[in-house]
């Protein structure tokens, strides 16, 4: 069944439409057992409406299309989920707890653990790594949320009164939260919350993520000086003298995708705990790479977000 922009959709109104769904998505040559990974081997057992035995002799469990993912073991019908998964998919900036609960007619503390596991199947894993020969990464770093003054980690590098130095070798964000992006010029991002944006950290990711034969573009910033070195070749545009581009030389790209992210954080989800950035950061990378401009629909990000499901659980515990 073809899911629909039109929220009357049966898979947003039906348990057994929202089930068919997900089984389709999930399972294209047949059901596949969460415990063996039998694929098209099992049967549905009678008196209970999706649930499958694996006819393998050596396993014989009984599955769902939910065991082994985010929705394991919820109580939320099946279609409340599916309308979660299209609102947050389908919304460039994102969807409130609140909204959600609104919209949803759950509480509060359901919507928001809710949210919190789609994020969860919205993160990306094992991915390869960016540029190449021709390509082009533009890298930089930026800073949100206030971080309460008894948890600020300082950089180890200090100007001559001990303050941290940051862009350019100036002196100031302290008490930010520090946020390294890649954009991979025409295609994907790769975000990261680190504990302080120095040179050592800034070098260990972009090295581990970046191919050697990449044009790796940056603004002024000395902390890109000797990692860039390493590269094909390292062009910057110097923002303190107000230039944004020169030639094909820009770092608009991952200017632009923080602009996406800051306007999202202020304008819908007001307030993020730290220790759940990471998980913010891995919603507005995974819309960003399945944006309308690389060939995505509202439609087809939803399904790429419910295929993200596969294989993690994420259980209340875990996300306090």
């Known amino acids: 069944m073809a899911m629909?922009?039109?929220?009357?959709?049966?898979?947003?109104?039906?348990?057994?439409?929202?089930?068919?769904?997900?089984?389709?998505?999930?399972?294209?040559?047949?059901?596949v057992c969460s415990h063996c990974g039998t694929i098209g081997h099992a049967y549905a057992v009678k008196g209970r409406s999706g649930l499958y035995r694996c006819a393998e002799a050596e396993?014989?469990?009984?599955?769902?299309?939910?065991?082994?993912?985010?929705?394991?073991?919820?109580?939320?019908?099946?279609?409340?989920?599916?309308?979660?998964?299209?609102?947050?998919?389908?919304?460039?900036?994102?969807?409130?707890?609140?909204?959600?609960?609104?919209?949803?007619?759950?509480?509060?503390?359901?919507?928001?653990?809710?949210?919190?596991?789609?994020?969860?199947?919205?993160?990306?894993?094992?991915?390869?790594?960016?540029?190449?020969?021709?390509?082009?990464?533009?890298?930089?770093?930026?800073?949100?949320?206030?971080?309460?003054?008894?948890?600020?980690?300082?950089?180890?590098?200090?100007?001559?009164?001990?303050?941290?130095?940051?862009?350019?070798?100036?002196?100031?964000?302290?008490?930010k939260r520090a946020i390294v992006s890649l954009v991979e010029r025409g295609g994907r991002v790769r975000s990261f919350h680190v504990a302080v944006a120095d040179g050592e950290t800034v070098a260990k990711i972009v090295n581990e993520n970046v191919l050697k034969e990449t044009r790796l573009h940056t603004d002024e910033s000395k902390l890109y000086i000797k990692v860039g070195a390493g590269y094909a070749a390292h062009e910057t545009v110097n923002h303190g003298r107000k230039e944004y581009a020169r030639g094909d030389v820009t770092t608009n790209s991952v200017e632009g995708y923080f602009g996406i992210f800051k306007r999202g954080m202020k304008g819908v989800y007001q307030h993020c705990d730290e220790k759940h950035l990471h998980r913010y950061l891995a919603e507005f990378d995974f819309r960003y790479n399945h944006r309308i401009k690389l060939g995505f629909s509202d439609i087809d990000r939803t399904k790429a977000a419910i295929r993200g499901i596969e294989g993690k659980r994420l259980t209340y515990r875990q996300a306090n």
């Open 59 to 175: 396993c014989r469990k009984d599955f769902t299309c939910t065991t082994g993912t985010v929705m394991e073991r919820s109580k939320i019908p099946l279609h409340k989920w599916m309308m979660a998964f299209y609102l947050m998919n389908a919304s460039k900036k994102g969807i409130s707890a609140h909204q959600l609960h609104r919209s949803l007619g759950i509480t509060y503390q359901t919507a928001w653990f809710m949210c919190h596991r789609i994020r969860e199947a919205m993160r990306d894993g094992g991915l390869g790594p960016m540029g190449g020969p021709g390509g082009i990464v533009e890298a930089d770093e930026t800073y949100f949320g206030d971080v309460p003054e008894a948890k600020r980690r300082m950089s180890p590098r200090r100007a001559k009164d001990g303050r941290p130095y940051t862009k350019g070798g100036k002196v100031g964000v302290g008490g």
């Open 4 to 31: 629909s922009n039109a929220l009357s959709a049966p898979h947003f109104t039906n348990d057994d439409a929202a089930r068919t769904l997900i089984e389709s998505i999930r399972w294209p040559d047949g059901p």
